[in-house]
């Protein structure tokens, strides 16, 4: 008699969607993999790498069993060893390193989101460095810029229930490809757009949702601060502005006007921006008349010298003309603080030692290379990321990982580029095989993932190998020895007691304290598990910003920062240009004028699923689109290999003369792996570690090249 179940899952990947998922397992064998129709927002679709997460799953390359180096750094030669073995050397070299002069800070944890569950992505792994008095990782590849920029302007992220955009009318996507990078979004607004609804999407990339969408407007990259102050200054000149809405929920409508009315003529804009002044008043015109409004503003702007302050402009439109009033109007960047999860009690960062350092993992390649100050990086512990793939300045990362005195151990389900320099790999589970609960960056459910299927091979889950390592360094059992269920249980728990913090709301005249401290009550793990997702505790057709209600310490949109004055830093929002831009560089890109952004291939998710062969195959091999005026003076034909280069490194990719590139740009779809690429390195190798001005974030997009035939 064959044993057929179905069982709830949740995909773990670093995207917004967070899709809900059913796993049909036949004697303890997952075979089919779908959608969940009874999650309201994912409604039972999955993206095209997600509906082969089970070839991922028993892929033939798994990690299986701990391994131990025994060729030459890089080289991909490894012993098979066991679980009581690995455990015992890393304890070692971590306890000797730990004693030694250098101390416990000259270990590096080295992770990202590989998985967003809430006890895999960050927990013991956190409560397990901190006791140890590891050196901290400041988590900006990605996200810090925005944040920064938001938190400064809103108190916290540009947030609406992504569920109303239903009754948006006029949606801008700003730097978001929302069709490939956030699909369920992009569905509700292709049914917003049946109702009426008008998409523009602002970019330099015909990317596809700007295909799709009813107006492309072609920005020069790293300019778009420029362009929300331009059209403030249009707002304004013709009196499109909401001055109650001004008046009462926000700080500085004054100065901010003043600025942009002294500085943000559209022809200056229009100079800055590469977007003609006619298309600049069209805009500007249609967002100040048109309601609700929306802005789905994303990352691909933020990855720019001037990433913090682009986000801080656009976040600052939707209280100039109230469009924060209405469901469906404002700003949507992230719902990730909507979820009161008690991260202290997870992470407990009350045990990192006072004067701990940090450091920045976007500049990996300055930490292993010794470019920082303090003791340097001895060993580093990498999970739920592949850093050899996805960070800048790739030569030097690998370099740094080369180093015959760095001990590394890489906790991965597959051999990464990553894993090639360890010297001691260890096997990971995937999300069918472990148990996590899950909050969503864009959406507002609650989800708890029921492991489907026993680890394979001798996989373990992250939460399994700290409990073990804290053992094995003889750290304090309560602080290890609990459950992932029970962590699940209290994260849950006692959120709804600690969110709302008295002395913050003392500070806060108008206290609605982020996140809602409402949004866990009544959810508990085991509803979780009987009903599924369930959606946060807030009002239908939730509009946070309605009336006001900001987070920051004055409780209103803060148009004008005190805080950022009194740092003696610009209190208004202004245009911070790209670091590497022909306007701002001439120098430099007289040797490399083309500006290089490197956005996702569809078919992967980050450089997860480039091993996947099926999906490898439809990505076929890196690209580089290049328009046909940038082209032709190279000498550059459609499906020649050419070469990408700067002073920082070089790689290789197929050119597509095409028009899908405004002037001046060239685009190559990332991340691939070192090892499918032609020269066994990515684009990665010509990105630099330069930070954003606010938030020091990652740059990859502020990037000037050269491109030749090969
Ligand atoms: N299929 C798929 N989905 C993903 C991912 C993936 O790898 N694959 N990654 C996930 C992750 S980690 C993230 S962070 C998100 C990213 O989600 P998005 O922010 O939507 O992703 P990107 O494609 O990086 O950037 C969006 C667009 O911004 C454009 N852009 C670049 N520079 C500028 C600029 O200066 N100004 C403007 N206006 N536009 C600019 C790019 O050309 C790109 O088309 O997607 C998530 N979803
Ligand atoms: N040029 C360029 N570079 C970029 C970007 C870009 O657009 N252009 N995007 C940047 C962005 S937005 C991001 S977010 C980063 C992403 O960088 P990363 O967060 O490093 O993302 P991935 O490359 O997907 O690597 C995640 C790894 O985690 C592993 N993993 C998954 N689940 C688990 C688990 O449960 N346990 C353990 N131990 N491992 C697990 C996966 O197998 C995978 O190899 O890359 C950045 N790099
Ligand atoms: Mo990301």
Redesign the pocket.
């Known amino acids: 008699m064959s044993a057929t179940k179905t069982v709830r899952v949740v995909c773990p990947h670093?995207?917004?969607d967070t899709c809900s998922m059913v796993v049909t397992v036949q004697d303890g064998r997952a075979v089919k993999l779908r959608g969940d129709k009874d999650h309201p927002f994912t409604d039972g679709f999955l993206?095209q790498?997600v509906t082969r997460y089970l070839e991922r799953v028993y892929h033939p390359e798994r990690l299986k069993y701990p391994l131990l180096r025994t060729g030459s750094k890089g080289a991909g030669q490894f012993r098979r060893i066991s679980w009581d073995e690995a455990i015992e050397r890393i304890a070692e070299k971590f306890r000797e390193i730990a004693n030694s002069h250098d101390g416990p800070q000259a270990i590096l944890p080295f992770s990202y989101?590989g998985t967003m569950g809430k006890l895999h992505g960050s927990s013991l792994d956190r409560r397990f460095f901190h006791r140890l008095g590891a050196s901290l990782l400041d988590r900006t590849i990605?996200?810090t810029a925005g944040a920064a920029g938001c938190d400064i302007t809103l108190g916290t992220r540009a947030v609406i229930d992504p569920a109303t955009v239903i009754d948006s009318r006029y949606i801008i996507n700003?730097?978001?490809?929302?069709s490939?990078?956030?699909m369920h979004l992009w569905a509700i607004m292709h049914r917003a757009r049946k109702s009426g609804a008008k998409i523009i999407t602002?970019?330099?990339?015909q990317?596809k949702t700007a295909r799709k969408s009813d107006w492309w407007i072609p920005?020069r990259?790293?300019?778009?601060a420029a362009l929300a102050l331009g059209m403030m200054h249009i707002l304004f000149r013709d009196h499109l502005q909401d001055d109650d809405y001004l008046a009462r929920y926000c700080l500085g409508g004054d100065e901010l006007r003043e600025r942009v009315m002294k500085e943000y003529g559209p022809h200056r804009v229009a100079d800055i921006t590469g977007i003609p002044v006619v298309d600049i008043e069209k805009l500007a015109h249609e967002y100040g008349t048109i309601r609700p409004a929306l802005i789905r503003v994303?990352?691909?702007?933020q990855?720019?010298a001037g990433g913090g302050m682009a986000v801080r402009a656009i976040t600052c439109l939707p209280a100039i003309i109230g469009a924060w009033r209405q469901p469906g109007g404002g700003a949507l960047l992230s719902t990730s603080k909507m979820y009161p999860f008690d991260t202290n009690y997870l992470e407990r960062p009350d045990l990192i030692p006072p004067g701990t350092r940090t450091i920045n993992m976007t500049q990996l390649a300055e930490a292993l290379l010794g470019e920082m100050p303090g003791p340097p990086v001895r060993a580093m512990y990498v999970y739920n990321s592949n850093p050899a793939a996805i960070c800048p300045d790739q030569n030097r990362v690998l370099q740094g990982l080369k180093r015959e005195d760095l001990f590394t151990v890489v906790h991965e389900q597959f051999q990464t580029d990553t894993a090639d320099y360890a010297d001691i790999v260890l096997p990971a589970t995937t999300q069918m095989e472990h148990f996590d609960i899950h909050g969503s960056y864009g959406h507002l459910y609650v989800q708890a993932n029921e492991p489907a299927i026993a680890p394979l091979h001798e996989a373990k889950c992250n939460t399994d190998v700290f409990r073990l390592l804290a053992k094995k360094m003889g750290f304090e059992p309560e602080l290890f020895e609990i459950s992932d269920e029970q962590l699940a249980e209290e994260c849950l728990q006692a959120a709804c007691g600690i969110a709302f913090d008295e002395s913050n709301a003392s500070a806060r005249p108008q206290a609605t304290v982020y996140p809602p401290p409402t949004g866990f009550v009544g959810i508990d793990l085991d509803r979780l598990k009987r009903d599924g997702p369930i959606r946060l505790n807030l009002p239908e057709h939730y509009a946070p910003f309605a009336e006001g209600n900001f987070g920051t310490p004055s409780g209103k949109c803060e148009l004008y920062s005190p805080t950022l004055a009194r740092q003696g830093r610009d209190p208004l929002p202004n245009y911070t240009p790209p670091r590497e831009d022909p306007q701002t560089r001439p120098d430099l890109a007289a040797r490399f004028p083309l500006q290089m952004?490197s956005?996702?291939?569809?078919e992967?998710?980050?450089s997860t699923f480039v091993n996947i062969d099926s999906l490898r195959q439809q990505a076929r091999e890196p690209t580089l689109e290049i328009h046909p005026s940038d082209a032709k003076p190279r000498s550059i034909a459609d499906g020649q290999w050419v070469r990408i280069f700067n002073d920082r490194g070089s790689f290789k990719a197929r050119a597509m003369v095409a028009e899908t590139v405004k002037p001046g740009v060239v685009?190559t779809q990332s991340i691939w792996w070192n090892r499918y690429s032609p020269d066994g390195v990515n684009c990665n190798a010509t990105t630099s570690t330069a930070l954003t001005d606010f938030g020091a974030a990652a740059t990859f997009?502020d990037n000037l090249v050269e491109v030749e035939v090969v």
């Open positions: 670093d995207c917004p993206c790498k989101a990605c996200a700003w730097g978001s490809n929302t490939v990078t956030n602002i970019d330099p990339y990317c920005i990259p790293g300019t778009d994303n990352y691909g702007l990855r720019h952004l956005p996702p291939v569809p992967f998710l980050n685009i997009f």
